[in-house]
């Protein structure tokens, strides 16, 4: 048994799906000496397409952004012929005979391990290279997490070490029953996807990647964060009788999609979807979503091979609207750094890139990269798909008032320079996304300067608890029940309410029964979330009077530990809405 941090409900029990961060998913058997000559020429034929791939990003970044930003392309072409690396493959697979996806794992943990012993920053940052070229070529050999044959029957639980941006998009839709990862929190990457999903998760289960293989069996409880590899019959028994109540319960919730969304005692919500692409607006619409209220378009350029121009931003924006519930969409621009990273932008590592030139900021270093973003969505606001449609623009990481001011600028440059191409374009309302300390404290003053607002809940508790939410040894601290998190919270949203601004919060928060509990006490009438979990806060809602979310609220107020809200805020949920005890997490 692993104790973990429970980050999405629920109980799943499946086969062990076992992942390093390369995902080739490589045979382990030994080649036969016949195989051998063919594994390299597999491996030669991944490192020309790896280099055609980057001699085609370097046109391409060179005639939209500028020659300065090619560089990282060139540095990791170089790194496809270096001797070095190249001798420690071909050994890999001649003297070893292992298969060219095996051998590349193999190198690319050698490589990892010495650059977590190094102290030099120049190796560091030429190892980080090879660490980017890796996972290039591994897309080659092996494009995409696969069950094959009857494993493909068998409900499976991805067990990782961790979950990174790019990950995600390479598990694509791969059925899977629950996830398990060594790192993380309750706003890391996996948590997201689980709860995207509507599967359980539990993070932090440390070490679990030693104690299982692929194929053993593993229980996930994703309400107290229990991962158990290999159960006795018993436990195995048990857990299976919970997972079928799962799964029935959700079922049952799913019925509601067609109810509007409104407390017990009338007050209509707008319960909306946080979306990385056209099939999650598809998944919005099964679910009951209102709408979309955060669309991180940020995926669209991960996912892309190369730069996607204005044109293709454009027809993306426009079958997104198309896809999405009501057809209202709000758009986010750009939210890169961190950990979400592409070459031609942000590349230099930062010793702390989550405090750094990131999302916002890294889009005013780059203009008119930034600027034709902006352009496709205005084409789109104007397009046949978006001429009836809401649509919204929304600005991640806001800080401060000369921010907003010089965005609204490029707003009007992106208009003027549409009307003299004669391109249809349409204006639509103007959003700041509230992550940043700074701009909560000067809410007042941002508002008359904003149509809507939309809180990030989850930068906007790693900012104020300064702690990051991927790292283990503190992400106990990015608690969004935290009091100090709680009455930030609710001044921003009492600040909009005076204001006469609509506000929504896009954050984890917002699918969280107890958080949405409290958010509805405060006074937050619009709340976005991973579309599985609409079904589950819409049937809270109708259980729920707003006084009895206000005297909640209140109680919760008075309590001075993070704990002492948690357990507070269970119960009321608990005997509020006891049928949906399964769907609550305990720790």
Same mark, same amino acid.
Request: net charge neutral; hydrophobic share 40%; with cysteine.
């Given at each position: ?278 099939? &999650?607006?598809? $998944?919005?619409?099964? /679910? *009951?979503? #209102?709408?979309?209220? =955060? ?5 669209? @350029? ?45 590349? &230099?590592?930062? $010793?702390?890139?989550? /405090? *750094?030139? #990131?999302?916002?900021? =890294? ?5 008119? @990269? ?48 549409? $009307? ?5 374009? #349409? ?161």
């Amino acid at each position: 048994m692993r104790k973990g941090i429970g980050v999405s409900p629920g109980v799943a029990v499946g086969r062990a799906y076992c992942v390093e961060e390369v995902f080739v998913n490589p045979q382990h058997t030994e080649l036969a000496e016949h195989d051998v000559l063919s594994e390299w020429r597999k491996f030669e034929q991944a490192c020309d397409e790896t280099s055609a791939e980057l001699r085609a990003l370097q046109h391409k970044v060179t005639r939209q952004i500028g020659r300065d930003q090619t560089a990282i392309f060139q540095t990791q072409e170089s790194v496809l012929r270096d001797p070095a690396f190249i001798t420690k493959v071909r050994d890999e697979i001649f003297k070893r005979r292992r298969t060219a996806p095996l051998a590349l794992e193999h190198v690319f943990k050698d490589y990892d391990q010495l650059r977590a012993r190094t102290k030099d920053a120049f190796l560091k940052q030429r190892l980080l290279d090879v660490h980017d070229v890796i996972i290039r070529l591994s897309g080659h050999l092996s494009p995409l997490l696969s069950f094959e044959g009857d494993a493909a029957e068998v409900p499976h639980v991805l067990v990782a070490r961790e979950l990174l941006p790019w990950h995600i998009m390479a598990i694509g839709g791969l059925p899977l029953a629950g996830i398990v990862t060594q790192t993380g929190g309750r706003t890391s990457h996996a948590a997201i996807l689980a709860r995207r999903r509507g599967i359980p998760a539990v993070t932090a289960a440390r070490d679990v990647l030693s104690q299982c293989v692929n194929g053993d069996l593993v229980v996930v409880d994703g309400r107290n964060g229990t991962v158990i590899v290999n159960p006795d019959p018993e436990q195995e028994g048990a857990y299976r009788k919970l997972q079928r109540e799962f799964v029935d319960l959700r079922g049952k919730l799913a019925e509601n999609r067609d109810r509007p969304a409104r407390t017990a005692d009338g007050v209509e919500l707008s319960l909306l979807a946080n979306i990385n692409g056209v099939d &999650d607006a598809q $998944a919005a619409s099964a /679910m *009951g979503a #209102r709408g979309v209220g =955060l669309y991180r378009t940020e995926y669209l @350029f991960l996912s892309h091979p190369a730069v996607p121009s204005e044109d293709e931003q454009l027809e993306n924006y426009r079958q997104v609207i198309q896809a999405a519930p009501d057809h209202r969409v709000t758009i986010r621009t750009l939210d890169l750094g961190g950990d979400k990273t592409i070459p031609f932008l942000g590349h &230099d590592r930062e $010793a702390n890139p989550f /405090m *750094g030139w #990131r999302s916002i900021r =890294l889009s005013f270093e780059h203009p008119e @990269f930034f600027l034709e973003q902006i352009r496709a969505v205005l084409r789109a606001a104007a397009s046949p798909e978006g001429a009836d449609a809401e649509i919204k623009l929304l600005f991640p990481m806001i800080t401060t008032l000369e921010e907003i001011r010089r965005i609204r600028n490029m707003v009007r440059k992106a208009g003027k320079q549409l $009307a003299a191409e004669r391109k249809p374009y #349409r204006f639509v309302p103007f959003g700041l996304m509230l992550e940043v300390p700074a701009a909560a404290f000067t809410i007042d003053s941002l508002l008359r300067e904003v149509d809507f607002v939309s809180i990030g809940s989850n930068d906007l508790v790693q900012y104020l608890m300064a702690a990051d939410r991927d790292n283990p040894k503190v992400s106990h601290l990015c608690e969004p029940l935290s009091p100090a998190v709680l009455r930030v919270l609710q001044r921003v949203i009492q600040a909009c309410n005076r204001a006469d601004k609509p506000v929504n919060l896009c954050g984890e928060m917002a699918g969280d029964p107890r958080s949405f509990l409290l958010l509805l006490g405060m006074g937050l009438r619009n709340f976005s979330m991973s579309p599985a979990l609409i079904p589950t806060i819409k049937n809270l809602a109708a259980q729920v009077t707003l006084e009895q979310a206000t005297e909640c609220l209140r109680d919760v107020l008075a309590q001075r530990t993070t704990e002492q809200v948690r357990k507070l805020a269970g119960r009321r949920v608990t005997e509020l809405a006891p049928n949906l005890e399964l769907l609550d997490s305990t720790n």
